[in-house]
């Protein structure tokens, strides 16, 4: 089984640039989430989903975008980069009775 | 709302002390309590859920509903017990899930 997949797992964008990180999940799972971080700190909540068509603001969204137009997908958007979003991004997903499944994280350098 | 808090950001513990790292959440309903851990430049996995009531790695969690806390202990720290450890609330069947922020085990030899 894949579980969730993220790609890319390194990107180097510049400054003003825009990028979309992928996130897929293979196991029909509803909730799905994106966090953020930072070296040496905790989990941050970015965007969570909780089914197709729906998403909600986390803690810290300024800056993201995120849409789900089918259960497997979960897209993050940056539109314009800033150095204050390099960080390590990854997605997870639950489903009914099971734990949170991470991918591997996308590390994120904005120069 | 739901909410878990982990109250240390980093423990620092000698190889062979006993570890426990805090976790205490706030739900109006039944928690269902996880522990997840990090280690370096790897995604977060599974550890523990409350409801198994098993012993993974050494580490042991026992949900006191009493005192709203999930506690992660083991008897006697490895250095290969150095990592990210995440406390965590699942609600809705599972699926609505609160992390902590984090608490950084760091084991000395």
């Known amino acids: 089984n894949a579980g969730v997949t993220q790609t890319p797992k390194f990107r180097i964008l510049k400054i003003g640039q825009s990028m979309t990180l992928q996130c897929a999940q293979d196991?029909?799972?509803?909730?799905m989430y994106w966090y953020r971080q930072d070296p040496g700190m905790g989990l941050k909540l970015i965007y969570y989903?909780?089914?197709?068509?729906?998403?909600d603001k986390g803690e810290v969204p300024n800056g993201y975008n995120v849409s789900r137009s089918t259960t497997e997908d979960f897209p993050l958007r940056l539109e314009l980069a800033a150095p204050s979003q390099t960080s390590v991004y990854f997605c997870?997903?639950?489903?009914?009775?099971?734990?949170?499944?991470f991918g591997q994280g996308t590390r994120l350098t904005v120069v | 709302a739901q909410r878990v808090t982990q109250p240390e950001k980093l423990l620092s513990v000698f190889k062979g002390a006993p570890v426990e790292l805090k976790c205490n959440y706030s739900?109006?309903?039944?928690?269902?309590l996880f522990w997840y851990v990090q280690y370096s430049r790897q995604r977060l996995q599974l550890l523990l859920r409350?409801?198994s009531r098993e012993s993974i790695k050494g580490f042991t969690a026992d949900l006191n509903k009493g005192e709203t806390s999930f506690h992660l202990k083991k008897p006697f720290a490895q250095e290969e017990d150095s990592a990210m450890y995440y406390c965590?609330?699942?609600?809705?069947?599972?699926?609505?899930?609160?992390f902590g922020i984090g608490t950084k085990l760091q084991v000395i030899p």
């Open positions: 409350h409801i």
């Open positions: 739900y109006s309903g039944s928690p269902e």
């Open positions: 965590a609330l699942h609600s809705g069947g599972y699926q609505k899930v609160t």
């Open positions: 997870a997903s639950t489903g009914v009775r099971t734990e949170a499944f």
């Open positions: 196991m029909n799972h509803n909730y």
């Open positions: 989903s909780v089914g197709a068509g729906i998403t």
